[in-house]
């Protein structure tokens, strides 16, 4: 998560995540919902935002075939970020080792938790369960009829997953 105390050491994030062979960093942006609505200290200042938006761009070529960088829902510098990768690049672990699709799901619908733990069980087995599977069938059918966006923010704005994301224009 892209904030206001990461924003202007993103290449040491970079080679850090590259010395534990990580193979790809996927940034996102906190978005002005929930508890981050109430704490509005936490976000880069608008008028670097674009900027920081160009160091990841640069970033990204720099360390091109060391590590993999994208921008999750960041359009300015990546058609492809509409897309919703949750269950698929994107997966939440909380503390007792649940995984799920994605933090936000989970956050509103706690059901999107898989009932077994990474600590016990194999993260592939998983990462292809029931839950995540559940998961990606809703949003594809989701894509079908409201095209690119993300489920969680239809949820959040719009009461429905089934519905346009009001966030993408
Ligand atoms: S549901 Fe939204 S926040 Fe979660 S992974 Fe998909 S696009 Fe990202």
Same mark, same amino acid.
């Not at 609505?37 to 970033?59: C, H, M, Q, S």
């Given at each position: 998560?892209?904030?206001?105390?990461?924003?202007?050491?993103? *290449?040491?994030?970079?080679?850090?995540?590259?010395?534990?062979?990580?193979? *790809?960093?996927?940034?996102?942006?906190?978005?002005?919902? #929930?508890?981050?609505?109430?704490?509005?200290? @936490?976000? @880069?200042?608008?008028? *670097?935002?674009?900027?920081? #938006?160009?160091?990841?761009?640069? %970033?990204?070529?720099?360390?091109?075939?060391?590590?993999?960088?994208?921008? $999750?829902?960041?359009? $300015?510098?990546?058609?492809?970020?509409?897309?919703?990768?949750? #269950?698929?690049?994107?997966?939440?672990?909380?503390?007792?080792?649940?995984?799920?699709?994605?933090?936000? @799901?989970?956050?509103?619908?706690? *059901?999107?938790?898989?009932?077994?733990?990474?600590?016990?069980?194999?993260?592939?087995? %998983?990462?292809?369960?029931? @839950?995540?599977?559940?998961?990606?069938?809703?949003?594809?059918?989701?894509?079908?009829?409201?095209?690119?966006?993300?489920?969680?923010?239809?949820?959040?704005?719009?009461?429905?997953?089934?519905?346009?994301?009001? %966030?993408?224009?």
């Amino acid at each position: 998560m892209l904030w206001k105390r990461n924003y202007k050491n993103l *290449e040491e994030f970079v080679k850090f995540c590259k010395s534990k062979n990580i193979e *790809e960093i996927a940034f996102a942006w906190p978005i002005k919902i #929930g508890n981050a609505a109430k704490n509005p200290d @936490i976000f @880069i200042p608008e008028e *670097e935002y674009l900027e920081t #938006g160009r160091n990841l761009k640069l %970033l990204k070529k720099k360390y091109s075939n060391k590590i993999n960088i994208s921008y $999750h829902r960041f359009e $300015h510098f990546n058609s492809n970020c509409r897309d919703c990768n949750g #269950g698929r690049k994107i997966f939440y672990i909380n503390w007792r080792g649940q995984l799920s699709p994605c933090f936000w @799901i989970s956050a509103i619908k706690p *059901e999107f938790f898989t009932k077994k733990n990474v600590f016990e069980n194999n993260f592939s087995i %998983l990462k292809n369960g029931r @839950i995540v599977k559940k998961f990606i069938k809703m949003k594809e059918d989701r894509k079908k009829i409201f095209n690119l966006g993300c489920p969680a923010i239809c949820k959040i704005y719009n009461k429905k997953f089934y519905s346009k994301d009001p %966030l993408l224009t």
